[in-house]
């Protein structure tokens, strides 16, 4: 936005307008079209940020075919760990949801059901499926914290001793002081994700004989509570 030194000067503009009312017929019903600007936001008392190690990146790299193929039951590449972390400019309850962004891809793997997030589709099969799990303590500037879990939209909380995040969105986690189920107010939270990607049966998947990208993708969303 350019800001233009303002000078005093005659209303010429005006003047021919006013001259032209004169001089001419006046236009009697002309359409007036109008546009609307609307100016939302939202003032927090504190700022938050919220930050993934490695970028958010879990690379499992190279997975051998012949492993996978050996393994008729099925077969996991193991668990990998980025950590949250929230930082904000007062002490300030915040929650944290997860949504699939792969939803309805999930391979159907024993044990997993609904903490199931999706690997994506190869040749419409499904490639696998991976969990997100929360360490049960976050660090905070005044100390450790324990992790809580809302699957209501944070109306109640309670400790969760199996800590898997829903695929389906419904998951919201919080952190507050050991022996109790309310958010505390902090300003820094930082968390390890553990991670753990899964594959089906060799038989489920497409034919091994090309590569077969894992394209897991979830969002990770700040919420002020």
């Known amino acids: 936005m350019k800001l233009h030194r303002h ?3 005659f209303p010429f503009a005006a003047l021919l307008l006013a001259l032209g009312a004169l001089s001419e017929p006046s236009q ?7 546009s609307d600007v609307s100016v939302r936001g939202v003032i927090r008392p504190s700022a938050c940020r919220m930050t993934l ?20 039951a099925g077969y996991s590449p193991g668990q ?5 972390t929230v930082l904000c400019e007062f002490e300030t309850r915040v929650g944290v949801t997860v949504r699939d962004n792969r939803a309805g891809t999930p391979a159907d793997i024993a044990g997993i059901s609904v ?9 419409e099969r499904k490639v696998g499926a991976y969990t997100i799990v929360p360490a049960a303590t ?20 309670a400790k969760n001793s199996l800590r898997m995040v829903r695929g389906d969105g419904v998951t919201m986690l919080s952190w507050g002081e050991p022996g109790t189920a309310t958010p505390a107010a902090r300003r ?4 390890p994700l553990r991670v753990h990607a899964y594959l089906p049966k060799a038989s489920a998947l497409p034919k091994l004989d090309k590569a077969i990208e894992l394209d897991g993708s979830a969002t990770l969303s700040l919420v002020y509570l």
């Open 80 to 84: 990998r760990e980025i950590t949250l």
């Open 138 to 157: 976050a660090v905070s500037e005044k100390g450790d914290v324990a992790l809580l879990m809302s699957e209501d939209g944070g109306n109640t909380w």
């Open 115 to 123: 903490y199931g997030f999706g690997l994506g589709l190869v040749e």
């Open 7 to 9: 000078r005093k000067r």
């Open 28 to 34: 009697v019903g002309a359409a007036i079209e109008h």
């Open 188 to 191: 820094q939270f930082q968390v």
């Open 53 to 72: 190690s490695e970028n958010g990146q879990v690379d499992y790299g190279g997975i051998s075919a012949t492993v996978v193929m050996g393994n008729t």
